[in-house]
């Protein structure tokens, strides 16, 4: 996992996230708020495919 951009507001970072899904649609994306200390991503299934599941403490 790496850390593509900050954004000062979630807005900005919303839409930075749809143009990239909309460029690759396989690739998973998430946005984190970063006054989070640790940030937990546990992959479960989901009927035929995996789908993240975001845990953040």
């Known amino acids: 996992m790496s850390v593509i951009d900050d954004f000062e507001n ?3 970072a919303w839409k ?3 143009r990239l899904h909309a460029e690759n649609q396989t690739r998973e994306l998430y946005i984190f708020h970063t006054n989070n200390e640790e940030v937990k991503v546990i992959v479960a299934p989901f009927r035929y495919r995996y789908m993240p599941l975001i845990s953040i403490e």
């Open 10 to 12: 979630g807005n900005a």
């Open 16 to 18: 930075v996230y749809k």
